[in-house]
T-cell receptor, first 115, second 114 residues
Framework: NAGVTQTPKFRVLKTGQSMTLLCAQD?????MYWYRQDPGMGLRLIHY???????AKGEVPDGYNVSRLKKQNFLLGLESAAPSQTSVYFC??????????????FGEGSRLTVL | SQQGEEDPQALSIQEGENATMNCSYK?????LQWYRQNSGRGLVHLIL?????REKHSGRLRVTLDTSKKSSSLLITASRAADTASYFC??????????????FGTGTRLTIIP
């Protein structure tokens, strides 16, 4: 199994450009998440989804949109990129916590630079 | 804002020594999880401790939880060079969603000196 796969792994954007990060998981997990990681800030939750067709805001949702049209995919979009969105983005997935540890499985990250 | 912090922020020890990292949090938890992140990689789950547990072991890892002090510690015994990584604690902050929404701290960067 591939686990959680993120594409692209690296991307450089100019301010105002748009892009989409794709996350795919092959573990049939219900829940998926997008985090960003910045130096000294740890991981901060951007958006998450508890099932196909559902999304919810996390801690830092402004400037991002998400979609979960298929259970295995979770897309993170930047409509108009800003330098403050320069970061490493991590996707994660998990099963529902009931009867389960609820541990998160992470992708390898997508490094985004906005000039 | 972060729901707690790990300390120390950085820790360097000699190979073979024990490493202890601490995590404090502010709100009630259902469970607390520890993750490891090697440089340039994603996070990997290490161990989970539930709120009704006080201590848990997994190989060279020992986790304790003190809910009265809202703190947890991760002990790595007999450290190895391969343990060099950042370590994060994560806790559930929204009781409506079980483990589905985890809040991470800023992490402890551990360096093992051969």
């Amino acid at each position: 199994n591939a686990g959680v796969t993120q594409t692209p792994k690296f991307r450089v954007l100019k301010t105002g450009q748009s892009m989409t990060l794709l996350c795919a998981q092959d573990m049939n997990h219900e829940y998926m998440y997008w985090y960003r990681q910045d130096p000294g800030m740890g991981l901060r939750l951007i958006h998450y989804s508890v099932g196909e067709g559902t999304t919810a805001k996390g801690e830092v949702p402004d400037g991002y949109n998400v979609s979960r049209l298929k259970k295995q995919n979770f897309l993170l979009g930047l409509e108009s990129a800003a330098p403050s969105q320069t970061s490493v983005y991590f996707c994660a997935s998990s099963s529902p916590s009931g009867g389960n540890t609820g541990e998160l499985f992470f992708g390898e990250g997508s490094r985004l630079t906005v000039l | 804002s972060q729901q707690g912090e790990e300390d120390p922020q950085a820790l360097s020890i000699q190979e073979g020594e024990n490493a202890t990292m601490n995590c404090s949090y502010k709100t009630s938890i259902n469970n607390l999880q520890w993750y490891r992140q090697n440089s340039g990689r994603g996070l990997v789950h290490l161990i989970l401790i539930r709120s009704n547990e006080r201590e848990k072991h997994s190989g060279r890892l020992r986790v304790t939880l003190d809910t009265s002090k809202k703190s947890s510690s991760l002990l790595i015994t007999a450290s190895r060079a391969a343990d060099t990584a950042s370590y994060f604690c994560a806790r559930r902050t929204d009781p409506l969603f079980g483990n589905e929404k985890l809040t991470f701290g800023t992490g402890t960067r551990l360096t093992i000196i051969p």
